[in-house]
């Protein structure tokens, strides 16, 4: 048996090592190196030296000395090996130097165990769910602000498109609704004896004031050119109201409206091609903006206003009216034929004019020509237009059509205060 000089381990030909600096004590005999690892370190003694060499003399051999094998006592201790490793080890703990032993003690032979070391597993890679779940985890905020960002855009276009439909709006309520062109005059009617003007975005319409009175409605036997439905004749009493000066034109349509349907096209042109219900529409519209109730006239009110106090059919028709014998088939601007008692313009010829009235039979039983007419969907117009003939131009002639045809224009009604 053997004993460690350093930590006094007893040990044999096993695989040992020191207690205290864990070198290598023994280790098992390898039969290919012929000689165990530990003395495999030293160089082997030679087995002879040479004593006494004199030159050219005789040699004297030195006395062969037994050959002592090597002990790993004798050996000098090798400093701890640092072996690299990717784990971290602990400071190896101090070991207490044990006592020395007795004289005559036997020595126990130790079959050291390799020493443990602390196993630390290097950290391991996140599972490919995990590093993909941490991926979408910090790529959330990113794609919410994306998300967000493109709504933001989403809401700035929608903005900047309803702005720039709300400024197309806005231009077109301006030729439709210039409110601000109204005038505070305009606000409150004249008295019956004046006319007055209302002024719409640049257009102005002028409104004639007709004194009330008794009207025999409808045409004489006698008449000519005369038809059935024109009578039997019957009187009226008609309400002061107020008339236009002219028929509307084109530039009045448009400021209203903000549209011009005429076939003939001139600002200072009667609008024509319009049904009775684009009539009542700008009625309805020129009423919002002035505060002003306009309406249509009722045909008793339009023959009224027609005649002004004639009982004539229309007197000299080449001077009052554009009709087919003078129009050279068009429209012609409006103010240019003389004017009759009322001072009103182009009652006859020029275009055909829608009535509020529906359309039937005489007599009217109403005396203000706001008569209460049986159903119907027939509407009446008066005065003749730039195609019609003499007999057509006559304050009594009544057509009958639908609303629906756009062939005719019309002038606005008023009530007075």
Not at 103 to 132: N, Y
Not at 213 to 227: A, F, K, N, Q, V
Request: charged residues 20%; proline residues 11%.
């Amino acid at each position: 048996m053997k004993s460690c000089p350093t930590c006094n381990r007893t040990f044999d030909d096993t695989m040992t090592f020191c207690l205290v600096d864990g070198s290598v004590l023994s280790a098992p005999f390898d039969p290919h190196v012929g000689r165990s690892p530990a003395a495999a370190r030293d160089p082997e003694p030679p087995p002879t030296q040479m004593l006494n060499v004199e030159p050219n003399g005789p040699q004297t051999t030195a006395p062969t000395l037994p050959i002592v094998p090597p002990t790993v006592a004798n050996l000098p201790a090798e400093p701890p090996q640092t072996i690299a490793s990717p784990f971290a080890f602990p400071e190896p703990a101090t070991v207490a130097q044990p006592a020395p032993r007795a004289a005559g003690t036997p020595l126990k032979t130790m079959i050291a165990t390799a020493p443990e070391v602390p196993f630390t597993p290097a950290a391991r890679p996140p599972a490919a769910e995990t590093v993909s779940g941490a991926a979408v985890r910090a790529s959330r905020p990113y794609a919410l602000g994306a998300i967000g960002g493109l709504v933001l855009v989403v809401i700035v276009i929608v903005g900047v498109i309803w702005l720039m439909k709300r400024n197309n709006k806005t231009v077109a309520a301006s030729n439709l609704q210039p409110v601000s062109s109204v005038t505070a005059e305009n606000k409150t009617a004249p008295s019956v004896a004046g006319a007055f003007t209302e002024k719409i975005n640049g257009a102005e319409i002028k409104m004639i004031s007709i004194p009330g009175g008794t009207l025999l409605m409808g045409s004489p036997l006698s008449e000519s050119g005369r038809d059935p439905d024109e009578g039997p004749q019957s009187n009226v009493t008609i309400k002061n109201f107020r008339l236009g000066e002219y028929e509307v034109t084109q530039a009045q349509y448009r400021a209203v409206m903000g549209t011009n349907p005429a076939s003939f096209k001139g600002d200072d042109l009667p609008v024509e091609s319009v049904s009775w219900t684009d009539a009542l529409e700008l009625c309805r519209k020129l009423s919002s903006l002035t505060g002003r109730k306009y309406r249509l006239p009722t045909e008793a009110e339009w023959e009224y206003a027609a005649r002004a106090g004639n009982t004539a059919p229309a007197g000299n028709v080449d001077a009052l009216a554009w009709c087919g014998s003078n129009s050279a088939n068009r429209t012609h601007p409006v103010g240019q034929k003389q004017a009759n008692a009322f001072g009103l313009y182009d009652m006859y010829g020029n275009v055909w004019e829608w009535t509020e009235s529906k359309y039937r039979p005489y007599p009217f039983e109403a005396t203000d020509g706001r008569e209460d007419l049986q159903p119907t969907d027939v509407r009446v117009l008066r005065g003749g237009s730039w195609e019609s003939s003499s007999r057509a131009c006559r304050a009594s002639y009544r057509r009958r059509v639908l609303p629906d045809p756009r062939s005719s224009g019309f002038r606005v009604a008023l009530d007075s205060d």
